[in-house]
């Protein structure tokens, strides 16, 4: 059906573009959507022009008129003249005398572009301590987490990463990584994250050091690495390998602004590292002779123009450089990072444990090209730290959400602590309950033990089989690694919950406890179930009294290859049992963080009725993701072989992985085109 004729104003230089606009507008306001106020300021800003114009796209100089509108202009004027056998007039910009503006009749003035200006943190702020510390993390090859960052970024700055400033306030100076994610100077990689400066970042990092060089750092004399019974971190190897430089450049005297006192050297802070970078840049000496002063206005001149020159020169298109980036090994450049070693009790001496050293490299994350199942992942050798029997405290976790009612919220907390047992409460990511072993002396290092509990009441459980929540925490139980999960039932009578469920009911129990194996505790009612949390928690702190634990490395944990990780150290160290630290767990056990599309594909798969999570799995292993499932069925040539494609793939499948016809037929429904 041709469009209709557009509403014309004779009165205008330019009726029937006008009349698009006017008939967009009423459009809009019929029925109420948010361009009305757009067309209203086009139409009048048109039906106002006294400059006809000869193509649409010459109406960007008016106001209200941008790409968009002027882009479907174009298009309406095109069917116009289509429908009325007119030619379609060719576009010619305007020339400067008629580029001029209806009120005053002066030349309208292009804005100037002007160069972004660079982006300069000011010294001893966030944003700057985090880019020192991500800059000299990058100089000794290592990626950090959080937790890593925090502790290198700290030294730097005069705020709090951890403490809000003020009373009332909730902003620390982590706030400022969102700043420098938004201008593109750090990039995030994996799960949990690991923070690493961008070519833009790296070049600011340079520039800043280039201008403030040592001067705001505080160099602190410590005992040389060969004096230590344990291995310096990467921090204090970083702190010691400034010293050195510092005292090398300062020998023979301390007349370069470095006090002394005992065993600790200071540089002393000038007056420009509390000012702002740009500030320090824009200040001129005020003293000295003539030659110094000429010398160092040179110096300034020239660093402000490197910092500007960084800007100039940087690269746009991050995008496409990320997307190369999410492929790129995270431990792929990082061969000299600093290593940890093992130090096991034997009597009153201390013996160094080395465990074998087996070469592993990060896996590349680089998306298959073909149906088969990809390799098995490797990693990098490491020595991980531990904390030593006797140096922590067995702890419960509990969920703050666990309540006895709505009126009575701390009812389980209270009972616990009357039968010896204080737990921590928390917002725990997965899990009702969880014991962790917490350093003494201070320092409060978490360690997850591999003890969980999930807590469900009969009609918790006939809720959560209803609304799917039975079979997606089911997965993340299976999945976090922890390797006693302990599913809790509270009977209760019959008459409390639908009897309808009962046949449901005891199907799910007897699938946790057989399919996924789970060990299930059924208690007959809240007091039994915590006097059985205080009975777990005195059996754990005589297991673990006389153990150490050993804690994986955060750099090595990542959500997509952690299974591999854990069955990969049950092999090569089976005399060890590695541990998580509590954040990495949280972490990677969070339901918004940790989900990946093949993830999120299992999950869509068991939505169909007969696929289980073991089944989902084996299916995956033929089709990786959506994608490849929905171009395979588009490859068959019948519904018949539609139907057959899942089951005939995963025929020689083990027997209760084996997908049957008719589960095979309803995904073929689901993800294909039968029916349609």
């Not at 969102?178 to 593109?184: H, I, P």
């Not at 702002?276 to 010398?295: F, H, R, T, V």
């Not at 057989?514 to 005195?538: A, E, P």
Request: aromatic letters at 6%; proline letters at 6%.
């Amino acid at each position: 059906m041709p469009p209709r004729e557009p509403i014309g104003d004779d009165d205008c230089a330019n009726p029937i573009l006008v009349g698009f606009l006017r008939e967009w507008w009423e459009t809009a306001r019929e029925r109420n959507t948010k361009g009305i106020t757009t067309y209203k300021h086009a139409y009048e800003s048109m039906k106002a022009c006294p400059i006809p114009f000869e193509h649409p796209k010459q109406a960007k100089v008016l106001k209200g008129l941008g790409d968009t509108l002027c882009d479907r202009l174009t298009e309406s004027l095109a069917d116009y003249c289509a429908n009325n056998g007119i030619p379609m007039p060719k576009y010619k910009a305007l020339n400067g005398d008629r580029r001029k503006s209806l009120a005053g009749g002066e030349p309208v003035m292009k804005k100037r572009k002007t160069a972004p200006r660079p982006y300069i943190p000011k010294v001893r702020s966030g944003p700057y301590a985090l880019i020192i510390a991500l800059k000299d993390a990058d100089d000794n090859g290592e990626v950090l987490t959080k937790q890593q960052l925090i502790n290198a970024a700290q030294p730097h700055c005069d705020a709090s990463f951890d403490a809000p400033a003020e009373p009332g306030s909730y902003y620390t100076a982590w706030g400022s990584m969102k700043t420098l994610l938004e201008k593109q100077l750090v990039y995030t990689q994996g799960n949990p994250k690991r923070y690493q400066l961008t070519d833009e970042g790296l070049l600011v990092a340079k520039g800043i050091v280039d201008v403030v060089g040592e001067k705001d750092r505080p160099i602190t004399q410590g005992p040389d690495e060969s004096d230590l019974d344990e291995p310096v971190p990467s921090q204090a190897r970083n702190s010691t390998r400034r010293k050195q430089t510092a005292t090398e450049g300062t020998r023979g005297g301390n007349g370069n602004g470095i006090s002394s006192t005992g065993n600790a050297t200071t540089r002393s802070i000038p007056h420009t590292s509390i000012m702002s970078l740009s500030q320090a840049l824009e200040s001129e000496p005020d003293s000295g002779s003539d030659e110094d002063i000429a010398s160092r206005s040179e110096s300034v001149r020239v660093q402000r123009a490197r910092l500007q020159a960084l800007y100039s020169g940087a690269p746009r298109d991050y995008g496409q450089r990320r997307a190369l980036l999410e492929h790129i090994p995270v431990q792929s450049n990082r061969t000299n990072a600093p290593t940890r070693s093992i130090s096991a009790p034997t009597g009153n001496q201390s013996v160094v444990v080395q465990p074998p050293q087996r070469a592993i490299t990060l896996p590349s994350l680089e998306p298959p090209t073909s149906n088969r199942v990809p390799p098995e992942p490797t990693f990098t050798t490491f020595k991980p730290s531990f904390l030593k029997a006797g140096t922590f405290t067995i702890e419960l976790l509990l969920d703050n959400r666990e309540v006895r009612s709505k009126t009575d919220r701390e009812y389980l907390q209270n009972t616990l602590t009357d039968k010896g047992v204080t737990p921590l409460v928390r917002a725990l990511k997965l899990g009702d309950a969880l014991w962790i072993a917490r350093e003494k002396g201070g320092k409060e290092r978490e360690v997850v033990l591999d003890y969980i509990v999930e807590r469900k009441r009969l009609d918790d459980l006939v809720g959560s089989i209803k609304d799917g929540r039975y079979h997606e925490q089911k997965f993340r139980l299976a999945k976090s690694g922890i390797k006693n999960v302990i599913y809790i039932v509270e009977d209760m009578t019959m008459r409390d919950v639908d009897p309808a469920m009962q046949e449901s009911m005891d199907t799910a129990i007897s699938s946790t406890q057989v399919v996924n194996g789970f060990f299930v505790k059924r208690t007959t009612k809240l007091d039994d179930t915590i006097r059985y949390l205080v009975r777990m928690t005195k059996l754990l702190e005589n297991i673990y009294q006389k153990k150490d634990l050993y804690i994986t490395p955060d750099e090595l944990v990542d959500s997509r290859t952690y299974s591999a990780l854990i069955s990969h150290l049950e092999k090569t160290y089976p005399e060890f049992p590695f541990h998580l630290s509590y954040e990495t767990f949280s972490t990677l056990v969070s339901k918004s963080a940790s989900m990946t599309l093949r993830d999120t594909f299992l999950k869509m798969l068991m939505c169909t009725r007969g696929i289980s999570l073991e089944k989902a799995l084996e299916i995956q292993k033929s089709f990786e993701t959506p994608y490849m499932l929905v171009a395979a069925y588009q490859q068959c040539k019948s519904d018949k072989e539609k139907c057959d494609l899942v089951m005939l793939k995963n025929s020689t499948a083990a027997q209760r992985r084996k997908i049957g016809s008719a589960a095979s037929a309803k995904i073929a429904e689901v993800w294909s085109d039968i029916g349609y």
